[in-house]
């Protein structure tokens, strides 16, 4: 059998470019959200062009190209300018038109705050659609490293390492000036001694730099970055991207970047996704890093009920009876240990020192002055001459309020892996998002959210289908509800 022939390459050949694109490509999809935008509102430049000067690329060109790339892994401003040139359904959503990777970059670089708002818009718009519960959210963060290397990330211990490497090679060139005798090996060690305090008075400036700022650690290349431990303690500078999933089809709804853990995120994050999703209540299911007594008693303030997983007692297992043998009365206030003895307050408030990473917060000690008769003394107290004591801190209510939650109801909180990993393993896995392109926190979210825009635009063309989808599109338009207020 001959083998399949195909075209002569000197034949002339006439398509159009509609016809080169599939019915069903996603490209349709990204070219029905783009024109629906009201650009301007956003904020977006050159929407509309001047008389005179050159003429610019209409911005729904290149936001288009982005999300395209976005959708398929391709990040680069270089490598989106070759898919504008090579890529027939790149070709078809830019109308033949091919910006310079310049060009790409700057549009990028220049509308971080606008790409934001065009995604919560289209959150907005799954409420019409019924698209989302608004009843039950889930929040997660993942890591990305930074455009700042570790070897730039300086904290107090770093530095101090420096210096004392710096101060010891000075000590040495200097003994070793002491001894030379030929001028040119004395001139070489002057200059050597010259570029260690040079490089001296940089971390010394580092330092003052540092303790200015208030913070524990300083990147030079990326001043937002932080050292982040990435996945099993490899620790790389990077972004805590914080992210809320709403359970009803995995949707994105809501995105932040801020410390370096999760344990100041969860009513923040949890209260702006109720504002955008118009909710008057809410359940929120996170996982132990987010478990603290304040985040759990805001989010109840707020209305939202938090179903976090309960963390262990942080007092040490040393053989006694642990925290949760002791009974609390929600009635009386006081405690009944194990042998039935009632530990009572005095009423006064302790303000805990907050030494090191704890945090800050007032708690009240229980006591009974039966311990020190008590035949079991042995077993409940060591070293302590007045007896055991309880600490209960002001946020106890609401937290063993949420482990309460979260026992009765195992099955449920199972679902917050299925609602989080789903929008994490498409991102990272599939397209690659382990790292940002961008420096700055307001950048580095611009890019967060075309990524989370065409993650969500993916999701509703699975659920909706891509015709019904472009048909919704096409009859609605998204403006920046901050401009009607």
Same mark, same amino acid.
């Given at each position: 059998?001959?083998?399949?022939?195909?075209?002569?390459?000197?034949?002339?050949?006439?398509?159009?470019?509609?016809?080169?694109?599939?019915?069903?490509?996603?490209?349709?999809?990204?070219?029905?959200f783009?024109?629906?935008?009201?650009?301007e509102?956003?904020?977006?430049?050159?929407?509309?062009?001047?008389?005179?000067?050159?003429?610019?690329?209409?911005?729904?060109?290149?936001? =288009?190209?982005?999300?395209?790339?976005?959708?398929?892994?391709? %990040? &680069?401003?270089?490598? !989106?300018? $070759?898919?504008?040139? /090579? +890529?027939?359904?790149?070709?078809?959503?830019?109308?033949?038109?091919?910006?310079?990777?310049?060009?790409?970059a700057?549009?990028? =670089?220049?509308?971080?705050?606008?790409?934001?708002?065009?995604? %919560? &818009?289209?959150?907005r !718009?799954? $409420?019409?659609?019924? /698209? +989302?519960?608004?009843?039950?959210?889930?929040?997660?963060?993942?890591?990305?490293r930074?455009?700042?290397?570790?070897?730039?990330?300086?904290?107090?211990?770093?530095?101090?390492?420096?210096?004392?490497?710096?101060?010891?090679?000075i000590?040495?060139?200097?003994?070793?000036?002491?001894?030379?005798d030929?001028?040119?090996?004395?001139?070489?060690?002057?200059?050597?001694?010259?570029?260690?305090?040079?490089?001296?008075?940089?971390?010394?400036?580092?330092?003052?730099?540092?303790k200015?700022s208030?913070?524990?650690?300083?990147?030079?290349?990326?001043?937002?970055?932080r050292?982040v431990?990435?996945?099993?303690?490899?620790?790389?500078?990077?972004?805590?991207?914080?992210?809320?999933?709403?359970?009803?089809?995995?949707?994105?709804?809501?995105?932040e970047?801020?410390?370096?853990n999760?344990?100041?995120?969860?009513?923040?994050?949890?209260?702006?996704?109720?504002?955008i999703?118009?909710?008057?209540?809410?359940?929120?299911?996170?996982?132990?890093?987010?478990?603290?007594?304040?985040?759990?008693?805001?989010?109840?303030a707020e209305?939202?009920?938090?179903?976090?997983?309960?963390?262990?007692?942080?007092?040490?297992?040393?053989?006694?009876?642990?925290?949760?043998?002791?009974?609390?009365?929600?009635?009386?206030?006081?405690?009944?240990?194990?042998?039935?003895?009632?530990?009572?307050?005095?009423?006064?408030?302790?303000?805990?020192?907050?030494?090191?990473?704890?945090?800050?917060?007032?708690?009240?000690?229980?006591?009974?002055?039966?311990?020190?008769?008590?035949?079991?003394?042995?077993?409940?107290?060591?070293?302590?001459?007045?007896?055991r004591?309880?600490?209960?801190?002001?946020?106890?209510?609401?937290?063993?309020?949420?482990?309460?939650?979260?026992?009765a109801?195992?099955?449920?909180?199972?679902?917050?892996?299925?609602?989080?990993?789903?929008?994490?393993?498409?991102?990272?896995?599939?397209?690659?998002?382990?790292?940002?392109?961008?420096?700055?926190?307001?950048?580095?979210?611009g890019?967060?959210?075309?990524?989370?825009?065409?993650?969500?635009?993916?999701?509703?063309?699975?659920?909706?289908?891509?015709?019904?989808?472009?048909?919704?599109?096409?009859?609605?338009?998204?403006?920046?509800?901050?401009?009607?207020f």
């Amino acid at each position: 059998m001959p083998h399949v022939t195909g075209q002569q390459r000197n034949q002339m050949m006439m398509f159009s470019l509609e016809s080169s694109v599939a019915a069903d490509s996603f490209a349709r999809v990204i070219d029905a959200f783009v024109d629906a935008t009201n650009l301007e509102s956003f904020g977006f430049a050159h929407v509309n062009s001047k008389d005179e000067g050159r003429p610019s690329f209409h911005p729904s060109v290149l936001l =288009k190209l982005y999300l395209y790339g976005y959708h398929n892994g391709v %990040r &680069s401003s270089r490598k !989106l300018e $070759r898919e504008a040139r /090579l +890529n027939l359904e790149a070709i078809w959503l830019t109308l033949g038109q091919y910006p310079s990777y310049k060009t790409i970059a700057d549009f990028r =670089k220049n509308h971080s705050g606008a790409f934001r708002q065009v995604f %919560r &818009s289209f959150v907005r !718009l799954f $409420r019409d659609w019924e /698209l +989302n519960s608004g009843e039950t959210i889930a929040i997660d963060s993942f890591k990305i490293r930074a455009q700042n290397s570790l070897k730039n990330n300086l904290n107090q211990n770093k530095i101090d390492r420096h210096l004392e490497y710096i101060d010891n090679k000075i000590a040495e060139y200097e003994v070793g000036l002491d001894q030379a005798d030929c001028e040119e090996d004395k001139q070489e060690l002057v200059e050597k001694i010259q570029l260690q305090q040079t490089r001296r008075e940089g971390y010394k400036a580092i330092e003052r730099q540092l303790k200015e700022s208030g913070q524990e650690q300083i990147s030079l290349t990326d001043p937002d970055a932080r050292s982040v431990v990435l996945y099993r303690n490899i620790v790389n500078v990077g972004y805590n991207i914080q992210a809320v999933s709403d359970s009803k089809h995995k949707l994105l709804v809501e995105y932040e970047t801020g410390d370096v853990n999760d344990t100041h995120a969860l009513a923040q994050m949890a209260t702006a996704a109720k504002e955008i999703l118009n909710a008057e209540s809410m359940n929120v299911m996170a996982d132990k890093g987010y478990h603290t007594g304040e985040e759990l008693k805001k989010c109840k303030a707020e209305n939202i009920t938090a179903y976090v997983s309960p963390k262990a007692p942080s007092t040490p297992d040393n053989g006694l009876y642990p925290i949760t043998a002791f009974t609390y009365n929600t009635e009386n206030d006081t405690y009944t240990c194990p042998v039935g003895e009632t530990l009572r307050t005095n009423n006064v408030w302790y303000k805990h020192s907050g030494k090191g990473k704890s945090e800050v917060y007032q708690f009240r000690r229980y006591t009974t002055p039966a311990c020190k008769t008590c035949a079991s003394r042995n077993q409940c107290t060591a070293g302590n001459k007045n007896g055991r004591a309880i600490d209960r801190s002001e946020y106890a209510s609401a937290i063993e309020a949420n482990r309460e939650r979260v026992t009765a109801r195992p099955d449920y909180y199972r679902l917050r892996q299925q609602i989080t990993e789903h929008p994490f393993g498409t991102l990272k896995r599939q397209r690659g998002f382990t790292f940002t392109l961008m420096k700055g926190k307001t950048k580095v979210l611009g890019e967060v959210g075309l990524e989370f825009i065409s993650y969500n635009l993916a999701r509703c063309t699975t659920i909706l289908g891509l015709a019904k989808l472009c048909k919704a599109l096409k009859e609605c338009c998204f403006i920046d509800l901050n401009l009607l207020f």
